[in-house]
């Protein structure tokens, strides 16, 4: 099992809106910054998200990051066939002194 | 661009110790945490640990005890070893850089992956 919590699977329409949610505890999530990840099939991750909700340079503002105690969304707007790929969460564990990633959840764009 | 290449043995016998190199292009490894994750096929990602130029390192506790991490900088490269392997071990290894100080679970930069398999 993962520290941190994911739905396995989300599904949504090409032009929809998909939030993923993250779960975690307070001495992650609660207290450290978060952040997302898309990993298309056969490919390194790719980080969309960092300190919660600051995206880097050349990701596009469909992809949106937030964080509420101790858990936290990314957020995708007008859905894309291209969007379809597992999205992770991460966060610094405080406790274990360690980086603790969410299972994964994978999106599927019908 | 910065870039990120893994290298070594694709093949590792149980019980002995995988070994991986990354070496980093377009940009000093002496400016960031660098750090290793794992990915076992079909299944989520595992932060093995992190590294930094002066020789500092954080272990995932889980790993803790087999493994070791290092950097050379006159080679601007940092590597990886998991000693007494076993079929658990068996997973594509990435290497990536963390750029924030603020976020340490922020990889901007990765590898594209090497696979490593345990196997006699």
């Known amino acids: 099992q993962s520290v941190l919590t994911q739905p396995p699977s989300v599904s949504a329409t090409p032009g929809q809106k998909v939030t993923i949610s993250c779960s975690g505890s307070s001495s992650n999530i609660g207290n450290n910054y978060v952040s997302w990840y898309q990993q298309l099939p056969g490919t390194a991750p790719k980080l969309l998200i960092y300190d919660s909700n600051k995206r880097p340079s050349g990701i596009p503002d469909r992809f949106s990051g937030s964080k509420s105690g101790t858990s936290a969304t990314l957020g995708i707007t007008g859905l894309q066939t291209g969007d379809e790929a597992d999205y992770y969460c991460?966060?610094?564990?405080?406790?274990?002194?360690?980086?603790?990633f969410g299972g994964g959840t994978k999106l599927t764009v019908l | 661009q910065v870039q990120l290449q893994e290298s070594g043995p694709g093949l590792v016998k149980p019980s002995e110790t995988l070994s991986l190199t990354c070496t980093v292009s377009g940009d000093s490894i002496s400016s960031y945490y660098w750090t290793w994750i794992r990915q076992p096929a079909g299944k989520g990602l595992e932060w093995i640990g992190r590294t930094y130029s002066s020789g500092s390192t954080n272990y995932n506790p889980s790993l803790k005890s087999r493994v070791t991490m290092s950097v050379d900088t006159s080679k601007n490269q940092f590597s990886l070893k998991v000693t007494s392997v076993t079929a658990a071990d068996t997973a594509v290894y990435y290497c990536?850089?963390?750029?924030?100080?603020?976020?340490?679970?922020?990889?901007?930069?990765w590898g594209q992956g090497t696979m490593v398999t345990v196997s006699s």
């Open positions: 990536a850089r963390a750029p924030y100080s603020s976020s340490w679970s922020a990889f901007d930069i």
């Open positions: 991460g966060a610094w564990d405080s406790s274990l002194s360690a980086v603790v």
